[in-house]
């Protein structure tokens, strides 16, 4: 059809494979001139674009504002979730399964044999691509020396132009790469830089923690409490379920990894005693990943200077990348990005990790299943922007609800006394609102100790002997949770939030304007 030798495919473009697609010579001319046709439309269509162009810019500035309120009107408010990429394995896996295993009898097969056409079946397609592999190089040559024989002047001239463009790929090429990493420690072992991390407490064992020992419910009246108005906080299962999501999964598994969109830094907040260390420690102990401790409070006095501290993150960087899945736990997270550092903690120069973690979670790629996992108590005392700027994702961990305490009281007792049924847990449940899992843990540890797990028998347990215990502490107030709200509320993650769902900014807006006229008035 052409009066050529046509190129052979590569191995990227598929080979031979291409090449056998049963075309006939007329179908293969039907084509080359159908694409000549393409491209002089093609040509035609830039000229006509071109002349259009050059009407619309003259009235382009007069209309861009009617247009830009005319799509504001027109998008509809709300989240729109992202297509997975998962869905396509589920279907190749759906499809094989219709294709092979949903008709099939397997009457005969009570001990699930192997079946050997089916191996055969799939080994055939094994060995027919790597004998085409070969057989694909041969005909290269073959085709390269019919080439050569034909038309050696034009193969010459081919060949230099090939050559040009090459070396001119290469200049280019030279300026994009990127520097590669210094190894700081190339003469070193990784057993040695492990124990060196042991014995400085950077590297430390995770307590023997699982994500089912973290007991949690649902928010069962989240639904009522929206159609109120009212957004309520997350359930403590809300919590657990996206642990496993952004932690458990990528870290555990390689191809949820590959696909799943990475997550490299991730921050727990919420009040004292509701499980943050519970949490980080049970993601270690489900993925079996190492546990490093870069809280400012461990790292201080540890490696000084800027070369040590440099030297300390390569170091944790190595081993982490080594022997991933790794966790770098950065607990007191808000201390690295202080507002002003309190007089008593200046000593341990809280924020010397700030300006280098930028670049430390840049060196992470995205092949390493590494997580940073910040806890903070106090999220409000640091910088909004560079802190956020760390920690993408955050993860508001609320005091639990009435359901959760309930659910709670009743697997922490379960635990030490076997006849505890005639307890009254709702009272308990209800009493204790405002008190964290960790209050209620240590209610638990002070009244059920030995000598009154012995009197059981002859006095019963009572739900007014946890009061005592309970009244030591000091709960998690109104003010407290609504200055977390706060917090949040002004992170980019909570901004999102507020724009997914219809009816906050507005609300957000209308406070905002009741503060100013509420301001204006006392200034009258």
Same mark, same amino acid.
């Given at each position: 059809a052409t009066g050529k030798f046509p190129d052979f495919p590569d191995e990227e473009d598929g080979g031979s494979k291409t090449i056998f697609a049963q075309k006939t010579p007329e179908e293969v001319a039907a084509e080359l001139a159908a694409k000549e046709e393409a491209k002089e439309k093609k040509k035609k269509e830039k000229g006509k674009k071109e002349k259009e162009k050059k009407k619309e810019k003259k009235g382009k500035t007069k209309a861009k504002g009617k247009k830009g309120k005319g799509t504001e009107e027109e998008e509809e408010p709300g989240w729109k979730m992202k297509p997975s990429q998962f869905l396509p394995d589920i279907g190749s896996s759906r499809h094989t399964y219709e294709a092979v295993w949903q008709n099939r009898d397997e009457s005969w097969n009570l001990h699930q044999t192997h079946d050997s056409e089916l191996i055969k079946e799939e080994k055939r397609k094994e060995v027919e691509e790597e004998i085409r592999l070969q057989v694909d190089e041969l005909m290269r040559q073959e085709l390269q020396n019919l080439k050569l024989s034909v038309d050696r002047d034009k193969n010459k001239k081919k060949k230099g132009k090939k050559g040009g463009k090459k070396k001119k790929k290469g200049k280019k090429s030279g300026k994009r790469k990127k520097k590669k990493e210094k190894d700081l420690t190339p003469d070193r072992t990784i057993d040695s830089l492990y124990e060196e991390l042991v014995t400085e407490g950077l590297l430390i064992k995770p307590k023997p923690v699982k994500m089912s020992d973290f007991i949690a419910e649902y928010s069962y009246?989240?639904?009522?409490l929206r159609q109120a108005d009212i957004e309520p906080m997350p359930s403590?299962?809300?919590?657990?379920?996206?642990l496993v999501l952004y932690g458990v999964l990528p870290l555990g598994c390689e191809s949820v990894h590959e696909k799943a969109p990475s997550v490299k830094a991730l921050l727990l907040t919420g009040p004292a005693g509701v499980g943050k260390k519970m949490l980080v420690n049970a993601i270690c102990n489900e993925t079996g990943a190492n546990l490093f401790n870069l809280s400012p409070a461990n790292i201080a006095g540890k490696y000084p200077g800027k070369s040590g501290l440099q030297m300390m993150l390569h170091m944790v960087l190595k081993v982490a990348r080594q022997l991933q899945p790794s966790v770098i736990w950065i607990d007191d997270a808000e201390k690295s990005f202080y507002k002003k550092v309190p007089k008593t903690e200046k000593q341990l120069d809280p924020k010397r990790l700030k300006k280098d973690l930028p670049k430390f979670l840049k060196s992470i790629k995205e092949e390493d299943r590494i997580v940073v996992v910040g806890t903070s108590q106090r999220p409000f005392d640091a910088e909004v922007k560079p802190f956020c700027k760390i920690y993408k994702k955050i993860v508001l961990v609320p005091r639990p609800d009435y359901a959760a305490r309930l659910v709670l009281w009743k697997q922490l007792i379960s635990l030490r006394v076997d006849s505890a049924m005639s307890l009254n847990f709702s009272a308990l449940a209800k009493i204790t609102d405002g008190f964290t899992p960790g209050h209620m843990v240590q209610a638990v540890d002070t009244v059920l100790n030995e000598r009154r797990i012995?009197?059981?028998?002859?006095? %019963?347990?009572a739900a007014s002997e946890f009061l005592g215990s309970l009244s030591r502490q000091e709960p998690v107030y109104k003010e407290e949770e609504e200055a977390f709200k706060s917090w949040y509320s002004?992170?980019?993650?909570?901004?999102?939030k507020?724009?997914?769902? %219809?009816?906050?900014?507005?609300?957000?807006?209308?406070?905002?304007?009741?503060k100013k006229s509420a301001k204006k008035g006392k200034k009258k």
């Open positions: 009246l989240g639904t009522t403590l299962s809300d919590v657990k379920q996206l012995r009197q059981l028998s002859r006095k %019963p347990l002004k992170t980019p993650l909570g901004k999102k507020s724009k997914a769902i %219809p009816g906050t900014e507005e609300d957000a807006g209308k406070e905002k304007g009741k």
